[in-house]
């Protein structure tokens, strides 16, 4: 493989994320006590945001928004102004967190920079994700930011396009099968599986074929200078 690009993911992949949303959902679990059982009240957080993505795409204002409508289904109106204002205070916290970069990730992308073109392809706020890029310390080492809206097939495949990369010569790297793995593996490319500690279940592909071609799977960020060594060897 003549790897023209490599692409990153960045939530999970470069810095710390699903944490966040995790303790968020667990802080308004506490809020909405009076009104039900944590399991039963999880399941309407799980329904309401994956029914909102189509409205309202992913990222932290696109949650909050739809852990506010959970939570005035689940407390059946009886919210009050008060808690509402603490959900919005945890979505704030939340945009403001500090970033701590996953591990081997600073030193891993400084040397592949300097032999190819990085690109950060994420989803998300484009606010919320640029902001973070900036504050990362990190946002040197990439030549392009793309914040998209979906990670499909069609997506890379348009951004790809954009930059004039064959897209059997593009390889991906990140923590998701769904979002980052698959639709590049369905272009032709290649695909570097890092899993996170925690996943949202959303994110899970249940039976991806690990054992198909141009699909590789590393423990952490400090391995990949060496296995993109070993795949551009050969080509
Ligand atoms: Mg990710």
């Given amino acids: 493989m003549n790897i023209e690009m490599i692409g990153f993911d960045a939530d999970d992949t470069l810095w710390h994320t699903e944490v966040h949303y995790v303790q968020a959902q667990e802080d308004v679990l506490k809020i909405l006590s ?3 059982e944590t399991e039963q ?6 329904q309401t945001i994956v029914k909102n993505l189509s409205w309202y795409g992913y990222g932290i204002k696109a949650f909050i928004l739809s852990l506010l409508e959970a939570a005035l289904q689940a407390s059946r109106g009886e919210l009050q102004a008060y808690q509402v204002d603490q959900i919005l205070s945890i979505g704030k916290r939340m945009l403001s967190e500090e970033i701590v970069l996953c591990p081997h990730v600073q030193e891993t992308l400084h040397v592949l920079a300097s032999s190819y073109p990085l690109m950060l392809i994420t989803k998300g706020d484009l606010l919320d994700q ?3 890029v900036k504050r990362s310390g990190i946002g040197d080492c ?12 069609e997506t890379y495949a348009k951004v790809l396009k954009k930059y004039h990369v064959n897209p059997v010569n593009f390889l991906m790297v990140g923590n998701t099968i769904r979002s980052d793995v698959h639709p590049v593996l369905a272009l032709g490319g290649a ?17 991806f074929d690990t054992t198909q071609d141009n699909y590789y799977e590393l423990e952490h960020m400090g391995q990949l200078s060496d296995l993109i060594a070993q795949i551009d060897a050969a080509r």
């Fill in 34 to 36: 009076p009104w039900g």
């Fill in 41 to 46: 009240i999880s399941r309407i957080f799980d």
């Fill in 130 to 132: 640029t902001t973070k």
């Fill in 142 to 153: 990439f030549s392009i930011i793309e914040v998209v809206n979906e990670k499909s097939p």
């Fill in 191 to 207: 695909a570097v599986h890092i899993p996170a500690d925690t996943t949202w279940e959303h994110e899970l592909v249940p039976g």
